[in-house]
């Protein structure tokens, strides 16, 4: 057998002529063919991090099919980051079928290009300016009340954690927030830990990892002489190891250095029981998805710019009438996230002349629906989403 495997992957919502192959050798792990797929993939998911989608192990027939079917995700299996390529696909593959899956979790595509949740790790930076993703602005939406309230809630304690599922908008709050602060003429600087590793585990190689994707070393950070707020995104990744860093944030949560520096780590929820460092062996002020929850004007407003972004860049007469907007608000119960992501399934049943209050009522509760879901890191919500009887009488009401 060969050290090495070819892969064909398709993203979900394309067509298989949009397909592309990968090559990785056997003894890599998922983890390294997730970089491989956003380097080798099509240029909708150029910039995506991988993070911001799930890789799935499937079985297709490649066909000339425009639009193939989302699989049955049941009869197959997500693909964890810690697993062995050899394993996951431990015999040799038929090049005719379709092996990997890719599904966006934190991702909408406008203009050719995914729209994420968030910013990614940018060049370095040495001024107050900064650059994110291709990213539509207009999709980022957190009032300046709730910005000032989050403001507030750094500016009282050194640390604050945020902790809450993944998809829930953590990142876009750092970048709204963080956007905010420069334009008050604060110094602020933003780091992904995803990247880390055990290759970082000394100070110099930590402290250079800072530096290639914030312009600014943690331990410059600690230096730094002014008022500076420093965001910490995927904070949970370094959790049990680097425990100098740990340390110093422990330090600072007991010693304010005068108030100058205030951190937000940025992490999701997890079994860190076993880990020997973090925040929960720290006293540090939390919140969690309750805060990060979309108010209903934000809501409207977006519903309002993705509308409108559907039919000037992709030509999509789409209208989301009061009663589906209602529908969608009251059973996500605000999860940014989650919302984006229905958003976007209804724009593609759009495109397939889906239209008015009960044919997308009846899509929002259809079983093609739920499977289109199913493959969402942010949507663990759903396997114990029950409607109450209000919401079951409304969505019964409003298809009758």
Known sequence: MT??????????????????????????????????????GPSSINGA????????????????????????????????????????????????????????TNAFAFGGHWNCDGIYNSPPVSSQHFQT?????????????????????????????????????????????????????????????????????????????????AGIS???????????YVFVDDAHHPYGFAPFFWSEIEHLTKHRFDGQLHVLLLAVHGDYDHMSCGPKYMSIRLRGLEHLR???????????????????????????????????FGTTLGHPGIIRQILTLLRHQCQQGLHGTPAML????????????QGSSSLSWIATRRFSKDEAKSLHDALN
């Open 3 to 40: 050290t090495t495997i070819s892969l064909f992957c398709l993203v979900y919502g394309d067509s298989f002529s949009r397909g592309f192959e990968v090559e990785i050798g056997r003894e890599k792990s998922i983890s390294v063919l997730r970089e491989i797929v956003v380097q080798s």
């Open 294 to 328: 979309m108010r209903r004007r934000e809501y409207d407003m977006l519903v309002d710019n993705f509308i409108s972004l559907s039919a000037k860049n992709e030509n999509i007469d789409m209208d989301i009438p009061s009663t589906v907007r209602n529908a969608i």
């Open 218 to 228: 943690w331990s410059e950070c600690l230096k730094y002489g002014d008022i500076m």
């Open 362 to 373: 009846q899509y929002l509760v259809s079983p093609g629906f739920q499977n289109a879901m």
């Open 49 to 104: 991090r991988p993070a911001d989608f799930d890789l799935w192990s499937v079985n297709i027939p490649i066909s000339n099919e425009e639009g193939p079917q989302f699989p049955d995700l049941g009869q197959f299996s997500k693909l964890g980051i810690a697993e062995i390529v050899g394993e996951a696909f431990p015999n040799s593959v038929n090049l005719q079928k379709c092996h990997i899956r890719v599904i966006i």
């Open 133 to 213: 993703s291709q990213h539509d602005d207009s999709l980022d939406i957190i009032f300046s009340k709730r910005l000032a309230m989050f403001q507030d809630w750094m500016d009282t304690p050194p640390v604050c954690l945020l902790h809450s599922p993944p998809g829930s908008g953590k990142t876009t709050l750092a970048t709204l927030l963080r956007r905010s602060l420069s334009n008050q003429g604060y110094r602020t600087a933003y780091v992904s830990m995803l990247g880390i590793g055990a290759s970082h585990k000394n100070r110099g190689a930590f402290d250079h990892y800072w530096e290639e994707r």
